[in-house]
């Protein structure tokens, strides 16, 4: 274990148990938000792919982009 993870655990141990859940969902959702690689995303269900894929389009509507042709 490193020393910050060594830290982190110090800190969430002093922590009350409703502060310690609120700690937990804070990092679930960190892990959510991580961008997937394309074998992690070739690697969910299919269903769970196009959801994704939906919302990241739906997220880049208002983006300015532009096209390169070879």
């Known amino acids: 274990m490193s020393a ?10 002093k922590l ?8 937990l969902e804070f990092v679930t959702q960190l892990e959510q938000e ?3 690689s394309a074998r992690e995303l070739l690697q969910l269900p299919i269903e769970e792919r196009r959801r ?3 919302e990241a389009i739906d997220s ?3 983006e300015d982009f ?3 042709e070879a």
Not at 16 to 23: A, G, L, T, W
Request: proline share 7%; no cysteine.
């Open 66 to 68: 532009e096209t390169f």
């Open 34 to 36: 991580r961008p997937l």
């Open 16 to 23: 009350d148990p409703d502060h310690q859940r609120r700690v």
């Open 52 to 54: 994704r894929v939906a």
């Open 60 to 62: 880049a509507k208002g």
């Open 4 to 13: 910050l993870e060594k830290q982190i655990l110090e800190h969430v141990r």
